[in-house]
Structure formats: structure tokens, C-alpha cells
């Protein structure tokens, strides 16, 4: 969802940085687009069972909040009372943005390591570990506070990350560097140890593992591909074919079906993976540029961001089918939801931005400035995943 790339990935994305600015152009009366990050589009994060989140306030009529005074780079977060802050990760300042779910206003901006795009949290569930991909490195965040607990050097291009469900495995997708880092999680230092790196042919982008543990899927982005990785072995089963820039992927709860984002098409194609490899079943009709996902809490629906289109789609996952469209201004991107399930906090890549959609009202009720290039969005207190 964001890495610096040329060649056939540059040209496409330039087509999704050019519609989707413009429709937010039209679409926005607010200022113009001062950055747009000329970048690979790749996808979201997602964490393990979601944990107990506090009542969130009731959200107002929709506005811009800006920054509170002073809220610049800072050497660490300021806690935030109440309910659990939601956090942003700016790509291109190297910061995550804590924002307060009852002011709407931007606690603290923390530093981190250069290019942050993804987010996941520890078994453990005490820190939520940020991937710096450029500046090769892991901060770890406290979930309920906002404060740096401490950064684990040495991780090579860190652009995606995913903890198996059986906790032992810690996984990264170098999505500059066209490899698979496979680590064993060392449970009493909280430390990833590596054990194998997996090449696998150029830019893979997002990563999903089965619930059993035993397979690794991961999107190829520039090869239209889709990777099925052993874990156990950590070796290559399997490779096919999908459609245009797959990013971002999601399993359905049943565990037969995955869905992959087409960020350069208008759909989300879909795989059965209950054979001996994954095999192409249908397209999903969304919008121009489907890219990031985050389950909607309900165990049936998915959400899909449309970044060209400047929607999002919720998609039933029984029937294949678009179920709901909502208004997501800027070049919607990563997403969280509400432990209530009714309101999806998602990031404006192109206009800086964290904007609230309330999917009962079907519109965009909230938006706080956050730093250059949002991409990951993050709260502990969210719908089940």
C-alpha cells in the first residue's frame, strides 16, 4: 500500500494517484493535495482476536479537527485517558499520529523508523509492534498509552508482518528486497529470532496465514501472483496466477475461501484454497482500485477500501456479493472499526487525513489531520476480526 517502485507498478499507480485525487478534488471543498506519494499501492493490517475496548463517545456532525497545539514530532507519546487511542502511521514522516477517539484531536505524533506502512499486535497483546520497512526496524508501541517501549534493530525491509495464530511464528514480507523473513517468536524477551529467509520473486506485498498455522499466503504485486508458503518447512508450495496488482488478502471465517484486492482493477477476485492449491473461483465487482480489508465484526462481512473510486464496499462473504457502498474521501486506504462495528476509522492517504465513516448513516462524520502519506490504522478497541 505505499512503497517507492517503478516500471509497470509506477505507471499503474500513477493512474490511481491521478483519479483518485482528482475525485477527491471534486468531491472535497477543503485544501488542495500537497503530497501524493507516486508509490506502489499495497494493504492492511490485521491483528489477532480482538481484545475488550471501552465505550467509544457518540461522534458529532462531520468536521475537520486540526492538531492541538504542539502536537509535533516527539520523543514519546502522551497518554491518553479514556478510551484506547487510535493510531496512524505516516509513511512519509516517519510518525504515527495517537489520536483521541472522544476529542478527535491528535495527542502526540511519536517518531519512528523511516518508511512505517503496517501494524500488528504481540500475543501477548502488551505492544503493538510497528514495521519501519526503510529504516529496517520494529517500534514497539503500548496499545492503551501511545508510549515507545523500545525498537528491535536488524529487521530487513519490514513491509508487512503477520504473527501466526498459534503465536510461534513472527512473519515479514520485504517487499523492496523480494524475500519472506520467517522468525520463530521468542515468548519470554518478546524477540524475533530469524530462521529462514524465503525468496520469492519480485514485490511480494501482503501476507495471511491459516488458521491451523500451516500456510502462508502472500500477494506478488508486480507479478500478479499469489504465493503459498509451507510454514513448517518454510518452502514454496505453491504459485498462480490473479488478476491485476493484487494487494491486500483476507480469509473467510469457514477458512475455503481468500479474497485479494486487485488495486489495479475494479474488483476483489476470489480463491478457493480448500485443494491442493489455490484455485480462481470469481470476481467481485467494488470500485476502481480495491485494495486494503478489515472484517466488518459480524463473522459474515468484509470491507474493502476502493482507492481510486474513493469508497469502500462491504462484501457478504457467503455470497460473493457487494452488499453496502460508502463515501471515503482521499484515497482511502488501511482501516479499523469500531468495537461496536459502526463506524470504520480509515486513512485519506492522499489528503492526510484520518476520516470516521458511519456505516448506519452511510457517511463520512468525522476527519482529523494527521501526518504525510497515512497508511496503517490500528485501536485496541475494535470489532472482531
Request: hydrophobic content about 40%.
Amino acid at each position: 500500500m505505499g512503497r517507492l517502485s517503478f516500471g509497470r507498478t509506477g505507471a499503474a499507480l500513477a493512474l490511481v494517484v491521478i483519479g483518485g485525487a482528482a475525485m477527491w478534488w471534486s468531491a472535497s471543498s477543503g485544501p488542495g493535495l500537497k503530497s501524493v506519494e507516486a508509490a506502489a499501492p499495497q494493504a492492511a493490517n490485521q491483528t489477532p482476536s480482538a481484545a475488550a475496548g471501552n465505550a467509544r463517545a457518540s461522534l458529532p456532525a462531520t468536521s475537520v479537527l486540526q492538531p492541538s497545539t504542539g502536537v509535533v514530532a516527539a520523543a514519546a507519546a502522551q497518554s491518553v485517558q479514556g478510551p484506547t487511542p487510535i493510531f496512524v502511521l505516516n509513511s512519509l514522516d516517519a510518525t504515527i499520529s495517537v489520536i483521541d477517539p472522544v476529542t478527535w484531536k491528535e495527542q502526540s505524533r511519536i517518531p519512528t523508523g523511516k518508511e512505517p506502512h503496517h501494524l500488528y499486535l504481540t500475543p501477548d497483546e502488551k505492544s503493538l509492534v510497528v514495521a519501519n520497512a526503510l529504516g529496517d526496524t520494529l517500534t514497539l508501541v503500548d496499545p492503551r498509552t501511545g508510549a515507545v517501549q523500545r525498537v528491535i534493530r536488524d529487521i530487513v525491509d519490514p513491509y508487512h508482518l503477520r504473527f501466526s495464530p498459534d503465536m510461534k511464528w513472527f512473519i515479514t514480507a520485504a517487499n523492496r528486497l523480494n524475500h519472506i523473513d520467517f522468525y520463530r517468536w521468542d515468548a519470554a524477551t518478546q524477540t524475533p529470532v530469524l530462521a529462514k529467509r524465503v525468496s520469492t520473486g519480485k514485490t511480494p506485498s501482503h501476507l495471511f496465514i491459516d488458521a491451523q498455522s500451516k500456510t502462508l499466503y502472500s500477494t506478488m504485486q508486480d507479478s500478479d501472483a499469489l504465493v503459498a508458503i509451507d510454514i513448517a518447512t518454510q518452502t514454496i508450495k505453491s504459485r498462480v496466477p490473479t488478476g491485476a496488482m493484487p494487494a491486500d488478502l483476507y480469509g473467510s471465517p469457514d477458512g475455503k475461501k481468500l479474497f485479494i484486492g486487485l488495486t489495479g482493477s475494479d474488483a476483489v477476485e476470489v480463491f478457493d484454497i480448500t485443494g491442493a492449491e489455490p484455485r480462481s473461483v470469481g470476481m467481485i465487482k467494488t470500485a476502481a482500485g480495491a485494495h486494503a480489508f478489515r472484517a466488518a465484526g459480524d463473522n459474515r462481512h468484509l470491507y474493502v477500501s476502493n482507492r481510486v473510486a474513493n469508497t469502500i464496499s462491504k462484501i457478504d462473504m457467503v455470497s460473493d456479493q457487494v452488499v453496502a457502498n460508502y463515501p471515503a474521501p482521499g484515497g482511502p486506504d488501511c482501516m479499523d472499526v469500531s468495537a461496536d462495528g459502526r463506524y470504520i476509522f480509515v486513512a485519506s492517504r492522499w489528503a492526510r487525513k484520518l476520516s470516521v465513516i458511519d456505516t448506519v448513516e452511510k457517511k463520512v462524520v468525522q476527519q482529523v489531520n494527521v501526518g504525510k502519506s497515512p497508511h496503517g490504522v490500528w485501536t485496541l478497541s475494535h470489532a472482531a476480526r
